[in-house]
Structures are given as C-alpha cells and as structure tokens.
C-alpha cells in the first residue's frame, strides 16, 4: 500500500473545497433554497463539477503510476480488483468528502424546514463520483500520464457540462448536475431522474475497473508477448466489457426517457394545506412554515373583488393553471415571500391567460404597453391597506406610470371598465391605448 501522504487524492480535497466554498458564495442563492431540503440538497448537484474532477484527475494520477511501473505485466499475490481498490480509495473517498461537504453546506439553509431530506441525492451523487473516479484510472492505466491526466480533467468535465446543454433530454439525467433543476415550494424531485444516474453511474464504473483488471493487450508488442491466442480470447472479452457498457447506457437512457427536461414533477394536491372560504387558499407545508401568507393573498383578492375583476373561489401554489372561467387561480408564492411579492402573485393570476400568448407577426409593443398598464392597475388596487402604493410603484416602469396616471384620472368606473375590456382585448391579440374610450 502506498503511503497517505503520497496520494495526490490528500492534496486535491483541499482546494476542492475552497472551490465549493466559493462557487457557493457566489452563484446559489440563498432564497432559492432557504426552507426547503429538496431545493437545497438538489443544488448541490453544481458541486459535481469540482468533485468528480477531482477523483477523475487523482484516480488518473494513480493509474498512470501503475502503468509506469508496468503493474499489468507482474505476476502479483493480489488479485486485479483489489488493487483497483487500493488505489480507488482515497480518489473516492475525496471526491465523496467534498461532494458532501457542499451538501451538507447547502443543507444547512433548511434546517427545520417541514419534510424529509432527500437522503436519496447523496447516494446518487456518491455513485457519480464514482464513474468519474473509475473513468479517470481507466484512463491512466491505457494511456501516457502526459495524455491521461489532462484528459481525465476533459473528460469529466466535458460528460458533466456538455450532456447538460444537449436537447436530447434522458441524456443529461445521466451525468448528474441536471439535478440542479428542482425544486420551488410546488414541486418534487421526479424519481426517475435521480435512479436514472445511479443506475448508470455504479455498473458503467464497474465495467471500467473490470476492463482496466483485464488489461487487454492493445499493442502489437504486448499481443506478442502475451501469444496470439491468449491475446484474442482477451480483446474478446474486453469487446463484451464495452458492449456491456453499451446496454448499460441504453438502459439507463430508457429509464430516463420520460423525465423532460427538468428533473422535477408537480407536487400532489393532497398535500396542500388549505383555509379560507372566498377563496379557498391552498398552500404547502414549506411555505407556511415561517410566516401564514394566506391572510395577505385572501386581502389582495378581497380587494381586487371589490375593483369589479371576476372572483376566484380558489387559489392554489402552483399546482395547474390560473383559469378565471373556473374561478381557480394559481399563483407563484415562494418561501418566506415578502408582502409585495404576494402582491404581485395574486395581481397575475388575473394576467397568466396572456402569459406566452402568441400574436403572430403583430408589432408587440402596443401589446406590451397595455400589458404593463394592466399589470400595474391591478397591483396598485391589490396592494390597498395591504402594501403603501409607493413600494408597488417603485417597480412599475417609468412609460408605464405615465400611461398608468393618465388611466387613472378617469372617474373610478371608466377605469374599471377599460381594464376588463383591456384584458379581452389582450387575448385576441388586440391593442388598446389609455385614451380609448372603455
């Protein structure tokens, strides 16, 4: 056994973790995963990009010391497999170190939030760590180490961040860092996309150690030394190895076939916790948890009642559709949402049928126009005895309030009536200026 000190997996933890310590301080947000484990645990995904390349260019590192040394040709006590381990082991057990570390860092934010943490993530990213260590010996053991290192680094690195852009959706969900995806208070991790690498990630790391423990000979000079026959029975086997790894691939590919493009699934309506009666508000667990954000959205439909828009008898977080012909609303609440922020969710349910609307070759600027008119109306009168009016218009845009104070020197009815006949008008694409009559 080599001596601790000697492993270049001991050096590479160190500044694996001051790159997750970082790239965490800058790029992940802590609102985004305050209060809820899944959210914060998923996010740990980014952190694959330093702990997989680690155990890839330490376990690299290792196998080129081995194929210097000429291991392959030894008649040695040990068998293959356990010098694999042997050498496997701290890349292995550094790369999981940091893997785990960010985890637990970004787990931090959703302590005592309600629900389980996905303890599942960690065994996924655990065995994504593995391939990675597994790919990057193979490599030291087959090639140079001028070549081997940097291409355990490429490798990696490019399995991690190339499947993740490619629009061929059950292949990113192989590599891992997809996982990033999930997930807002309305929704959960499809289960799919988190087997999904596991089952790719531990048998195609298997079959790379089992190639590696072949050591078929590849070159001409070792095909002599070893006989020709012996040769052939070898190369035969490592060509089984490498379709097995084929089936493996495309099993894994199948099971993630219907994940999409995101790694999360709506969330069951059972699990909503509802009150209220007029409209009937329905939220989640985690976003309950700090502060009841019911009474403000149940004031805020109050109010815009009042304005003479449709009423919602009721309103859920994200599960569907906002649909005002059936007096459903679904609206975006967050973890911990600011009073404004609700504001504005309960203002665009009224607004989400225009959301993504398509008006063909339509010049959309006039649209856009009386769409921040719209929006804004409908804020301002949500936000009475709720949020002072100046927060609301703090975030309107300057063209936007002057179109919006000349609407709003109407007598209170006019205004009313241009915003309903505003928003049919918006559905079927037609424009309408503050100077139109209502």
């Known amino acids: 056994m080599l001596p601790l000190p000697s492993r270049p997996a001991l050096w590479l933890v160190f500044p694996g973790l001051i790159l997750v310590w970082v790239y965490a301080a800058l790029y992940i947000s802590d609102a985004a995963i305050r209060g809820h484990w899944v959210a914060?645990?998923?996010?740990?995904?980014?952190?694959?990009?330093?702990?997989?390349?680690?155990?890839?260019?330490?376990?690299?590192?290792?196998?080129?010391?081995?194929?210097?040394?000429?291991l392959g040709d030894l008649a040695v006590v040990r068998s293959s497999w356990h010098i694999a381990a042997q050498r496997l082991w701290p890349s292995l057990l550094a790369g999981a170190t940091v893997q785990t570390v960010g985890t637990l860092f970004l787990?931090?934010?959703?302590?005592?939030?309600?629900?389980?943490?996905?303890?599942?993530?960690?065994?996924?990213?655990?065995?994504?760590?593995?391939?990675?260590?597994?790919?990057?010996?193979?490599?030291?053991?087959?090639?140079?180490?001028?070549?081997?290192?940097?291409?355990?680094?490429?490798?990696?690195?490019?399995?991690?961040?190339?499947?993740?852009?490619?629009?061929?959706?059950?292949?990113?969900?192989?590599?891992?860092?997809?996982?990033?995806?999930?997930?807002?208070?309305?929704?959960?991790?499809n289960p799919l996309a988190v087997w999904a690498p596991i089952a790719f990630s531990i048998p195609a790391g298997v079959l790379l150690l089992a190639l590696v423990a072949l050591n078929p000979p590849v070159g001409r000079a070792e095909r002599a030394r070893v006989g020709r026959r012996r040769a052939r029975a070898a190369m035969a086997v490592a060509s089984g190895l490498v379709a097995c790894l084929a089936v493996v691939t495309a099993c894994s590919l199948f099971l993630a076939r219907n994940v999409g493009a995101f790694a999360y699934q709506d969330r069951p309506e059972s699990e909503l916790e509802c009150s209220g009666q007029r409209p009937r508000i329905c939220l989640f667990p985690e976003q309950l948890a700090s502060s009841d954000p019911r009474p403000v959205l149940a004031a805020a439909f109050s109010?815009?009642?009042?304005?003479?828009?449709?009423?919602?008898?009721?309103?859920?977080?994200?599960?569907?559709?906002?649909?005002?012909?059936?007096?459903?609303?679904?609206?975006?609440?967050?973890?911990?949402?600011?009073?404004?922020?609700l504001i504005h969710a309960a203002a665009s349910a009224y607004t989400a049928p225009l959301t993504g609307i398509d008006c063909g070759a339509?010049?959309?600027?006039?649209?856009?126009?009386?769409?921040?008119?719209?929006?804004?109306?409908?804020?301002?009168?949500?936000?009475?005895?709720?949020?002072?009016?100046?927060?609301?218009?703090?975030?309107?845009?300057?063209?936007?309030?002057?179109?919006?104070?000349?609407?709003?020197?109407?007598?209170?009815?006019?205004?009313?009536?241009?915003?309903?006949?505003a928003l049919e008008s918006l559905k079927r694409c037609e424009a309408v200026s503050p100077d139109d009559a209502p």
């Open 40 to 70: 914060a645990m998923s996010n740990a995904a980014l952190f694959l990009l330093f702990s997989c390349g680690l155990a890839a260019l330490s376990a690299a590192i290792e196998g080129s010391r081995d194929r210097s040394g000429k």
């Open 107 to 189: 787990a931090s934010a959703a302590f005592g939030a309600p629900g389980r943490p996905p303890w599942e993530l960690p065994v996924a990213y655990v065995a994504i760590v593995f391939f990675h260590a597994s790919l990057g010996y193979a490599l030291g053991r087959f090639l140079p180490a001028i070549a081997a290192i940097p291409l355990s680094m490429l490798s990696s690195y490019g399995w991690l961040g190339f499947t993740w852009s490619v629009p061929y959706f059950p292949l990113r969900h192989l590599a891992g860092p997809a996982l990033a995806s999930c997930c807002g208070p309305a929704s959960e991790l």
């Open 303 to 341: 109010r815009l009642e009042a304005a003479g828009m449709p009423l919602f008898m009721a309103v859920n977080a994200g599960v569907g559709d906002s649909n005002p012909t059936d007096a459903i609303a679904v609206v975006a609440v967050g973890i911990r949402s600011s009073e404004a922020e």
């Open 362 to 421: 339509t010049d959309y600027r006039p649209w856009l126009r009386a769409y921040g008119i719209l929006s804004a109306w409908l804020e301002l009168e949500a936000s009475k005895g709720v949020v002072a009016p100046e927060r609301v218009r703090a975030g309107v845009a300057r063209d936007t309030l002057d179109d919006l104070d000349h609407l709003q020197a109407r007598p209170l009815g006019e205004q009313r009536e241009w915003i309903r006949s």
